[in-house]
């Protein structure tokens, strides 16, 4: 190897040059991502190209997501291949990428003058003292922009069915986050994004939003939440701290309506967020709409997966004492037990700190991005205290509850708002072993009365209409024009 450069004709591309024999193959690794090179002689030697994009799940090439990425060489022929030259920042028009030794690193396309504490306050300030007209578009941002799904992707969806010609913005952590079609992606903390979270009349999202904000007049923040709480959260969770407390109370106060899946949830989430005095609307969770109206055939074929094979989903939610997802099921002994595949999701919450899962008829599906086509994909749902049980009770499909810390999640980490063991959907296990087993087994005749009754609470208002209600709601309401 004699140099490495970067190459902006056509794709963005870290090209790496030699002489003598080429490698036998070049790739970048990453912990949700990885790119095949190009291998290709020249008349003074070799060059290989390496893509910084990949597709994955079947869709389009979009760029490598943000994190570091390892540059490995299959020597093959070759005798001599050394660390490549650094090479320095390069602002390309999809990301920012530079290269130390056998490391690249990817980040956002934001101009480096903007991407600094002193960049971003200057931005903070301009949007927070900014006159600009509203503009009949919408600011949408799920999971801190990690993805474009759950609600607001459902609400997005029926948007631009209805009001075609909306202007829909959406909130992307980097340009790796695939966005609906006709939608605006912003990259958070450019000057494009700050704009359009100012003069967006509505802005729908499921969490909090992040950094400052400053209600328009005439702004409305739709928040949808992303999911029915078995866990305390916000204003509930174990032991005060005061500092918490003020931040929860400063975040509901920066939204004017509020979703929630069933009326369970509804008074819960009033309570955890001191919501009071506003609108919650009880209307199903419009992401679930696709549980009764499609079935799992699309989801499949984008995974890799045969109409006729057995899909376990192991969906366990994040734990406040760790960064990565819990490590109770060895996913490739599940698939070697039960004949199944296993697809591993982590929470949104595990994303970036961990690695994709790896063995036979295991597929990590952490980066996937839309959970609810993952339900429809699963004959099974595995899981411990995620709300993602609410919402996979819709398809009427079995759950198993693989709890071998509950004592300790129940009693110390987080707390329960109804005890768990009476009422869950399906059956709670503590091992691996057990779990193996329950999946063996035949139905019970109480759990499969629970489930009923689970759902008759839970799920009463998920019909496949949500999105349209809720959007009902919008328009009637004049939040947006038609």
């Known amino acids: 190897m004699t140099s490495a450069r970067w190459s902006t004709s056509g794709a963005s591309a870290l090209e790496l040059l030699g002489t003598g024999p080429a490698p036998a193959a070049v ?34 090439v979009l760029p490598l997501p943000t994190g570091t990425y390892r540059l490995e060489i299959e020597r093959g022929e070759a005798s001599d291949v050394r660390v490549p030259d650094a090479l320095p920042v390069a602002m390309m028009p999809d990301l920012r990428a530079s290269l130390d030794g056998w490391s690249l690193r990817v980040g956002p396309p934001v101009d480096p003058a903007y991407d600094s504490g002193e960049g971003q306050a200057a931005l903070e300030r301009r949007y927070a003292t900014a006159h600009e007209p509203r503009e009949n578009a919408v600011f949408f941002e799920s999971f801190y922009g990690r993805n474009a799904s759950c609600n607001p992707l ?21 340009h790796s986050v695939a966005v609906p079609e006709g ?20 802005l729908v999202v499921n969490d909090w939003l992040r950094r400052r904000f400053v209600r328009r007049p005439g702004q409305i923040v739709l928040q949808t939440w992303h ?24 975040e509901a106060r920066r939204w004017n309506v509020l979703l929630a899946q069933n009326p369970y949830a509804a008074g819960i989430l009033k309570k955890a967020y001191a919501f009071l005095g506003r609108p919650i609307w009880v209307e199903g969770y419009p992401r679930n709409d696709v549980l009764t109206t499609e079935d799992g055939s699309d989801a499949r074929r984008r995974l890799g997966i045969d109409p006729g094979e057995r899909v376990l989903l192991y969906a366990p939610t994040w734990r406040d004492d760790r960064e990565q997802i819990v490590d109770f099921v060895d996913a490739a002994r599940l698939a070697a037990d039960t004949g199944a595949i296993v697809l591993v999701r982590g929470h949104s919450r595990t994303l970036l700190p961990g690695e994709d899962a790896t063995g036979a008829r295991v597929i990590d599906v952490t980066g996937f991005p839309d959970t609810s086509q993952l339900l429809l994909a699963a004959d099974a749902l595995i899981t411990d205290y995620s709300s993602v049980m609410f919402d996979f009770t819709v398809t009427g499909k079995p759950v198993y509850l693989l709890v071998p810390d509950l004592e300790h999640y129940r ?10 063991e009476t009422y869950a959907p399906g059956p709670l296990v503590r091992t691996q072993a057990e779990l ?47």
Request: aromatic share 8%; net charge positive; proline share 6%.
């Open 154 to 174: 459902a609400i997005d969806r029926e948007l631009s069915r209805r009001v075609p010609g909306l202007v829909r913005y959406w909130s992307v952590v980097d």
């Open 227 to 250: 999911g029915t709480p078995l866990k305390r959260l916000a204003l509930h969770r174990p032991g005060f701290d005061p500092r918490r407390a003020i931040a929860v109370i400063r």
């Open 436 to 482: 193996t087993a329950a999946l063996a087994a035949e139905p019970d005749a109480g759990v499969a009365a629970r489930y009923r009754r689970w759902q008759e609470r839970f799920n009463a208002r998920e019909d496949g209409r949500a999105a349209e209600r809720v959007v009902d709601r919008i328009l009637d309401q004049g939040f947006l024009d038609r």
């Open 183 to 202: 939608a605006i992606p912003v990259v958070e903390g450019s000057p494009e994004w700050w704009r359009a979270r100012g003069v967006a009349r509505l």
């Open 27 to 60: 790739s970048l690794i990453g912990p949700r991502a990885r790119v095949a090179g190009r291998v290709a002689p020249t008349d003074a030697g070799w060059t290989a190209t390496l893509p910084l994009a990949a597709s994955r799940w079947g869709g389009e």
């Open 411 to 420: 009693g110390e980490l987080r707390g329960f708002y109804f005890d768990l």
